[in-house]
């Protein structure tokens, strides 16, 4: 590989990890639960490096989670989600930044659809609540 596509990958990596940062960031701002990183990367055939999964207690939170996500990966990231779906009803938000998908549920959801049991050879990192 030549050394401007190592730099290139490199720079990838960092503002990928950096858009990762920023999401816990805007998560933890709002009090999100069971902050976890699901690093990808290492599995084929995905369409995203990461998965950020967490939950709110009422649709009031996740709504004030996706919004604080929101507001900090564009201050922070200066990027805007290429999908955002499920504001409206609120009880499962996924923010979609291509490199990085997030999964805001309410606790139901997120036990119903298992994100983590469904990817559970990624590699996983918890993020402590703050």
């Known amino acids: ?27 933890q701002e709002k009090k999100a639960k069971e902050i ?10 995905v369409v995203s490096d990461f998965f950020v999964v967490c939950h709110g ?5 996740v709504e004030a989670l996706a ?3 929101d507001q900090m990966v564009y201050k922070e990231c200066g990027e805007n989600p290429a999908h955002l779906e499920g504001v409206k009803n609120a009880q499962w938000v996924l923010i979609d930044y291509i490199s990085v998908v997030v ?13 983590e049991r469904l990817w559970a050879d990624a590699d996983t990192r918890e993020v402590n609540d703050n």
């Open 36 to 45: 976890v990183i699901m690093d990808l990367r290492g599995i084929g055939g």
């Open 1 to 27: 590989m030549a050394k401007s596509a190592r730099a290139s990958l490199k720079i990838q990596k960092n503002a990928t990890e950096l858009l990762v940062e920023a999401v816990v960031r805007g998560l």
């Open 57 to 61: 207690d009422s649709s009031t939170q």
């Open 103 to 115: 999964h805001i549920f309410q606790p139901e959801q997120r036990a119903y659809y298992g994100i």
């Open 67 to 69: 919004r604080s996500v």
